[in-house]
């Protein structure tokens, strides 16, 4: 089942720059995207959520990017902090915050000082 | 801030004992799930609960598990015969239905030996 795929494993930045995570899906049903980030010994950590109906969404340092056409999503992180390095999940789900979520494989995020 | 409360954090069980893995959801959360993430591999979603009946469930949530809401505070996972493959961090997550996202729990590693 690789209805949600996130292509790259790791991804590294320097800090105060931006990371740019992604995101692909195949399932055109999925209506809510959401971005989890995930530290050892945790669990999922909710940070953004996108509609289907818009195609950006901005919280603080973090944004997210919705193409509808391309079933891609991406998350912006900007500045990148130190305190940012995690794993990073894309998630999506047919109904908005009751379905369940079908999660990508995950992006580990290290920002360098 | 409210938590979604899991015991234990840790549990190891002989191959075909029955474990049951306790949750305390955020109290004024409707909606309440069960993921899993095995080693190395992505989240999955396991099952949904709500108005005190399963909304959803996968594959893998086959006769072996259920899940029950024994006082209205506690939501619990229970596997009756546990298998090795059955080893995973188990995730307990809630929502109460609005653009917020879930709220995961910190997990139980569960080792099946």
């Known amino acids: 089942d690789q209805q949600v795929k996130q292509n790259s494993p790791s991804l590294s930045v320097q800090e105060g720059r931006i990371s740019i995570l992604n995101c692909d899906y195949t399932n055109s049903m999925f209506d809510y995207f959401l971005w989890y980030k995930k530290y050892p010994a945790e669990g999922p950590t909710f940070l953004i959520s996108i509609s289907s109906i818009k195609d950006k969404n901005e919280d603080g340092r973090f944004t997210v990017f919705l193409n509808k056409s391309a079933k891609h999503l991406s998350l912006h992180i900007v500045p990148s902090q130190p305190g940012d390095s995690a794993v990073y999940f894309c998630a999506a789900s047919k109904i908005r915050n009751t379905g369940k979520l079908i999660f990508g494989q995950g992006t580990t995020l290290q920002v360098k000082p | 801030e409210p938590e979604v409360t899991q015991t234990p954090s840790h549990q190891v069980t002989q191959m075909g004992q029955e474990v049951i893995l306790r949750c305390v959801p955020i109290s004024n959360h409707l909606y309440f799930y069960w993921y899993r993430q095995i080693l190395g591999q992505k989240v999955e979603f396991l099952v949904s609960?709500?108005?005190?009946?399963?909304?959803?469930k996968s594959e893998i949530f086959d006769d072996q598990f259920s899940v029950e809401r024994p006082d209205g505070s506690n939501f619990t996972l229970k596997i009756r015969s546990t298998k090795l493959e059955d080893s995973a961090m188990y995730f307990c997550?809630?929502?109460?239905?609005?653009?917020?996202?879930?709220?995961f729990g910190s997990g139980t590693r569960l080792t099946v030996v």
């Open positions: 609960f709500y108005n005190n009946e399963i909304s959803e």
């Open positions: 997550a809630s929502s109460v239905g609005d653009l917020g996202g879930y709220t």
